[in-house]
């Protein structure tokens, strides 16, 4: 028999440190539940990632994020050509002002569970994500410059350029 255990949350403040924000995050965090696997997505397309927890014995969970915040993000979805169609291992370096951050597309991250394969790159308040380069799993690599916040951003491997992606649930 496994045992149930509340939901925690925290909340990246930066600098490797976290906030738990578990209190302050609505009536399903005050709930015991048998984790066992999540989910990042976002899944009503408003730029911030949601999370779905599914639940040994129960139903998965839906925990929307709706934060009100002034930051704002950029989400990059890539395609390879030919077999690895969905660019796992692609290494994707994002550029905002001095700060880089370093992404890898991930084939599996969870248990009983699968990800969401874009990449969000939070911006804060800057106004724009700097610069991206993706290092494809060939060895190639692709960059791309300036791009706007709150876009769906389309690279398509063996391809100079971006397009705009569609929002999640709506077809390519």
Do not use: H
């Not at 991250?109 to 724009?128: F, M, N, P, Q």
């Amino acid at each position: 028999m496994c045992s149930s255990d509340l939901p925690l949350l925290f909340r990246g403040m930066g600098g490797g440190k976290f906030a738990d924000v578990t209190a302050q995050s609505g009536a399903s965090f005050v709930v015991p539940i048998v984790g066992r696997g999540l989910a990042v997505a976002d899944l009503d397309g408003d730029g911030r990632p949601d999370l779905v927890v599914t639940e040994g014995g129960g139903p998965a969970r839906i925990f929307r994020n709706v934060t009100d915040s002034k930051n704002r993000a950029v989400v990059l979805t890539l395609r390879c050509p030919g077999k690895n169609r969905l660019a796992i291992g692609a290494r994707v370096t994002s550029t905002v002002g001095s700060r880089s951050r370093i992404d890898e597309v991930s084939g599996g991250d969870g248990y009983l569970s699968a990800s969401e394969r874009s990449i969000c790159v939070g911006l804060g308040t800057a106004a724009k994500l700097d610069k991206v380069v993706v290092r494809w799993p060939d060895g190639q690599t692709a960059e791309a410059k300036d791009l706007p916040p709150g876009r769906y951003v389309w690279i398509e491997g063996g391809s100079p350029g971006t397009a705009d992606a569609p929002r999640p649930g709506v077809p390519r």
